[in-house]
Antibody, heavy 116, light 110 residues
Framework: QVHLVESGGGVVQPGRSLRLSCAAS????????FHWVRQTPGKGLEWVAV????????YYADSVKGRFTISRDNSRNTLYLQMNSLRAEDTAVYYC?????????WGQGTLVTVSS | QTVVTQEPSFSVSPGGTVTLTCGLS?????????PSWYQQTPGQAPRTVIY???TRSSGVPDRFSGSILGNKAALTITGAQADDESDYYC??????????FGGGTKLTVL
């Protein structure tokens, strides 16, 4: 059974950094691409970033490009999102998702609040 | 910048059929966009309903179907049930690794 557990969320001041983690189990981690998707409280979903199964390709939404970095450790079955220069508009629940071509398995999300 | 469009809200009677759509502010949606659909109820994570235009995700009832209708992707629910009342989001692959979600449709079953 696919299990994705995000962690690392919390309250952070504007301009600071935060790293999210996503621990995966129940499948062969190294065989899948992973995405981060976020959702502002009460609003819609926003695609953030994707990383290929073999770490050769990473792509980002324009809203986070240059500030966020997606990475993975296949030996630890863990996905990461390093978020730098955080802004108030980055406040959201961040979901780790596994899959390709839209067939996504979702974690439960972790809340990031950017506030002074 | 291309925007993915969805109806903000829709209503269907129990047992009825409803079709939600997913379009582009400029251009037509085709299978090359791998249109996919996600269902979300309040306080829960989304779950995949349809991916790559018309493939039902594991465990999804066959009353859900996906297609291309005209220049849009479509999610059709045939024989709507009360627990289909949710927010539905579509996503499109724009190429170069980029995906874009629509704004979501709030479906009411009453």
């Amino acid at each position: 059974q696919v299990h994705l557990v995000e962690s690392g969320g919390g309250v952070v001041q504007p301009g600071r950094s935060l790293r999210l983690s996503c621990a995966a189990s129940g499948f062969t981690f190294s065989s899948y691409a992973f995405h981060w998707v976020r959702q502002t409280p009460g609003k819609g979903l926003e695609w953030v970033a994707v990383m290929s199964y073999d770490e050769t390709q990473r792509y980002y939404a324009d809203s986070v490009k240059g500030r966020f970095t997606i990475s993975r450790d296949n030996s630890r079955n863990t996905l990461y999102l390093q978020m730098n220069s955080l802004r108030a508009e980055d406040t959201a629940v961040y979901y780790c998702t596994r899959g390709s071509y839209g067939d996504l398995a979702w974690g439960q999300g972790t809340l990031v609040t950017v506030s002074s | 910048q291309t925007v993915v469009t969805q109806e903000p809200s829709f209503s269907v009677s129990p047992g009825g059929t409803v079709t939600l759509t997913c379009g582009l502010s400029s251009g037509s949606v085709s299978t090359s966009y791998y249109p996919s659909w996600y269902q979300q109820t309040p306080g829960q994570a989304p779950r995949t309903v349809i991916y790559s235009t018309n493939t039902r995700s594991s465990g999804v009832p066959d009353r859900f179907s996906g297609s291309i209708l005209g220049n849009k992707a479509a999610l059709t629910i045939t024989g709507a049930q009360a627990d289909d009342e949710s927010d539905y989001y579509c996503v499109l692959y724009m190429g170069s690794g980029i995906w874009v979600f629509g704004g979501g449709t709030k479906l009411t079953v009453l």
